[in-house]
């Protein structure tokens, strides 16, 4: 399977456990939480809320135009800090981790 095919199906998978652990919101952030500068969007954004209005859109995007993936990737260590004890949550994100974090 290539890689694509593996971060759309891992991008699957985050939403399912996102929706299992009733994460998943169906209302965006307010327009203005998406001006932050701020890694993570820490300053105007929940984790969850980061994971579904940001990342998740914007890795399809990468997908859909077929653009470079990131190759320096892992997000698992902020929600292991940020959501302690969402294994569910944590080990699927370890699988986009050690999918993308490619040393050069």
Do not use: C, K
């Amino acid at each position: 399977m290539s890689t694509e095919n593996q971060v759309r199906e891992i991008l699957q998978d985050i939403e399912q456990v996102m929706r299992d652990l009733a994460l998943w919101q169906s209302m965006p952030p307010e327009p203005d939480a998406f001006d932050s500068s701020e890694p993570f969007a820490v300053d105007t954004m929940s984790a969850e809320q980061w994971l579904q209005w940001i990342l998740i859109p914007r890795m399809y995007a990468l997908l859909a135009a077929e653009a470079p993936l990131p190759t320096r990737f892992a997000i698992t260590p902020y929600y292991e800090v940020a959501m302690p004890g969402v294994v569910r949550l944590h080990n699927v994100l370890q699988r986009l981790d050690d999918l993308l974090n490619i040393e050069d």
